[in-house]
């Protein structure tokens, strides 16, 4: 036994707080022999510092009564909860009882606590007693029917017409209290009542079988009015309580908690059907367990609090001003250790309530996050700080927004834009700047003074670069990935002829780059101003700029290929998440757009090309008419015929012919606007498109 020599405050959910003076019992051993594995005297199982301990050296019969009460609290604390005990709790009552009988052998006979009395034996009815006499007697006569508490029976007559001497048991209560120790009370009577009929019965009896079906059946019907009285005594979030109690005992992600109480809660209903009521209520609480936007639900979950609490830590550190333009002392551990713990909350915690916390304040949580990381230097934890944007991006579509909106993805070009980075940080911002652009989102005016042409094209020349490097192809294809991305804030537009004979923008020697002269000031809102910005290079409502760095390069070979391998397997490289809204396809966008003018149209080869249309064809075959996809690459279709090169070609023309007359034939309405399309073709090309 042991007692504690100072006051400690746990820390840790697997730890126990206790004051001066206070008594416990070690019942394991632990991992680290600074703690120790013991039980306190109200039934809490947990570890305490070893240093706060000293042994006590009572009396044997002390001891004895300390793990006593020991058992009794841990008992008592599970009767509480329903009668349902951790594995903590059964792993501790296993070494109580050892440690008991251990003790009980050590203490004198004299001195031994009175052990309690055992209940007195089930005493015979007088109806039993007469059927005994006589089943002696052998005279072959039926049992009457039990007489359970709360339920009277009239007398049964034996089979020889002559009445059984009966006695009725006296009326008792019915079963009140918990619904779970009426249950267990009322099971074991009956119990009692069939080991008294088999006792009781004699050879030739065949009243039995009614008796126990009749028994069972009674039974059943208690059960399920203490099921029922239990159902309403249930919390409506008890599912999100099973749940913290598996991950605070296992240490496993959220979702997998909820999957292991899930399971269990099912399993135990088919195969316990008495319990399927009390198991489905429980289950419906998943429900109001997964919606967002309700604002308290943080405050009643572990995960909520924990992240509220990170996120105020790594606050003081971004407030820190001194610390942060120079530093007194080194704190790099210290925040990457909050920041190493943010990161797995926020991958393995509650899905709902992290979003919740982030959107406190109108997402004042993210808001932080991107002040620090513009004020923190050193590469580890800038390094960290990618890592948690990257987990922020994959939680929800708004967090997306948010960051699409402030100052992070200009941070992040910026970066990009320094020739001095390493290859590492440019995979690690590539990467995370991709996910921020990969819904679409429309971006601030100012953020095009930085993500402009020049911006374009570096990205087009690491495509070139880094793909004829085995190590560093990864790269380019994030690099395409961030083009693709980036020519999702301008909108398509239509093919047109005589807008393809046009030059897109003066010849290249005449082209500006923006060379970091302009300024861009952030504001205390994290908004953006610009100052002496050309914008002729920044508005994204005027000419689309990847367009035009494209149609002005002389080597777009990796970028043809890795592009059209994208199209031929249906592959989506923005396609990160299942956020909605969905947005459109990003490789089949850069395809029509750069089908959209006859210059652009130009990079593809010949075989590439016809590539294109063996694709086109097999989709229009492929896909049904209520697809919108099929819309899509009918536009591809116009576009290539108008301002590629399949006029001089013409590669497939049957088979072309064949799908566009199929889909001419189709009635119904959802086929409307693909057959306009396909008669604007045919008034254009009537001898092409005749059969």
């Not at 079963?175 to 009426?182: F, K, L, M, V, Y």
């Not at 199209?567 to 757009?593: G, Q, T, Y």
């Amino acid at each position: 036994m042991l007692r504690a020599l100072y006051t400690y405050k746990g820390t840790h959910a697997r730890t126990l707080g206790f004051l001066v003076g206070e008594k416990f019992m070690e019942i394991g051993p632990s991992r680290d022999p600074n703690w120790i594995h013991v039980t306190s005297e109200r039934g809490s199982v947990g570890y305490v510092p070893k240093n706060y301990m000293s042994a006590d050296d009572a009396p044997p019969v002390d001891v004895l009564e300390f793990i006593d009460g020991c058992i009794e609290a841990t008992h008592l604390n599970a009767s509480e909860r329903g009668g349902n005990y951790t594995k903590s709790e059964h792993d501790a009552l296993h070494k109580l009882v050892e440690l008991r009988q251990e003790w009980y052998a050590k203490c004198p006979p004299s001195v031994h606590p009175n052990k309690r009395p055992a209940p007195p034996p089930p005493q015979r009815t007088t109806s039993q007693l007469s059927v005994e006499s006589t089943s002696s007697q052998a005279s072959v006569g039926s049992l009457p029917s039990p007489c359970l508490p709360g339920t009277p029976r009239t007398p049964s007559i034996s089979a020889s017409g002559s009445t059984a001497s009966l006695v009725l048991p006296p009326k008792e209560e019915p079963p009140t209290g918990r619904g779970t120790e009426a249950c267990t009370s009322f099971m074991a009577r009956g119990e009692s009542l069939v080991c008294d009929e088999s006792s009781g019965s004699s050879e030739g009896h065949d009243t039995s079988i009614g008796y126990e079906s009749e028994m069972r059946s009674d039974v059943d019907s208690v059960v399920q009015t203490s099921i029922k009285s239990l159902v309403s005594q249930v919390p409506n979030d008890y599912l999100r309580t099973l749940v913290e109690e598996v991950r605070s005992s296992t240490s496993i992600s959220y979702t997998t908690s909820h999957q292991v109480v899930e399971v269990v809660l099912k399993s135990l209903g088919s195969t316990l059907p008495v319990l399927n009521p009390l198991c489905n209520h429980i289950l419906c609480s998943k429900g109001t367990d997964q919606v967002d936007g309700v604002s308290e639900q943080w405050q009643q979950s572990s995960d909520g609090r924990h992240l509220v609490e990170l996120l105020e830590k790594l606050r003081e550190c971004k407030d820190d001003e001194q610390q942060r333009s120079w530093a007194l002392h080194e704190d790099e551990y210290t925040i990457a250790t909050h920041l190493t713990d943010l990161l797995d909350l926020l991958n393995n915690g509650d899905l709902v309530v992290c979003r919740n916390v982030l959107s406190l304040d109108d997402f004042r949580p993210l808001l932080t996050l991107v002040q620090y990381y513009q004020m923190e230097t050193r590469w580890p934890l800038r390094k960290l700080l990618l890592q948690v944007f990257g987990a922020v991006c994959q939680m929800s579509a708004a967090n997306i927004s948010y960051l699409s909106a402030s100052v992070f993805p200009v941070e992040l070009t910026r970066e990009m834009l320094d020739g001095n980075c390493s290859l590492e940080v440019l995979r690690y911002t590539s990467l995370v700047l991709g996910m921020v652009l990969c819904m679409g989102d429309t971006l601030p005016y100012p953020h095009f003074c930085v993500m402009n042409e020049r911006f374009v094209r570096i990205l087009l020349d690491g495509i070139e670069t880094y793909n004829e490097d085995p190590d560093n192809e990864s790269l380019a294809e994030l690099y395409l990935a961030l083009v693709l991305a980036f020519n999702l804030q301008y909108t398509t537009q239509p093919p047109s002829l005589d807008a393809a004979q046009e030059p897109l923008s003066p010849p290249p020697d005449s082209l500006e780059y923006f060379d970091g002269t302009n300024e861009i000031k952030q504001n205390d809102n994290n908004s953006l101003e610009v100052n002496n910005i050309d914008k002729r290079t920044s508005m994204a409502d005027s000419e689309n700029i990847v367009l035009k760095m494209l149609w002005h390069r002389k080597e777009t070979k990796y970028f043809t290929e890795k592009l059209l391998l994208l199209f031929n397997r249906e592959e989506d490289p923005l396609a990160m998440f299942d956020h909605e809204p969905r947005p459109p396809n990003s490789v089949l966008k850069m395809m029509r757009d750069l089908y959209s003018t006859r210059a652009t149209a130009s990079i593809f080869y010949t075989n590439d090309e016809k590539v294109v249309c063996d694709i086109i064809i097999r989709q229009l075959t492929d896909l049904p008419a209520d697809d919108k996809r099929r819309n899509e690459y009918l536009h591809l279709m116009e576009g290539v015929i108008l301002t590629g090169g399949w006029m001089e070609h013409q590669h497939r023309l049957s088979e072309l012919r064949n799908s566009c007359s199929n889909i001419l034939a189709e009635e119904e309405p959802v086929s409307l606007d693909d057959q306009k399309l396909i008669k604007r073709l045919t008034d254009v090309h009537p001898l092409f498109f005749s059969s």
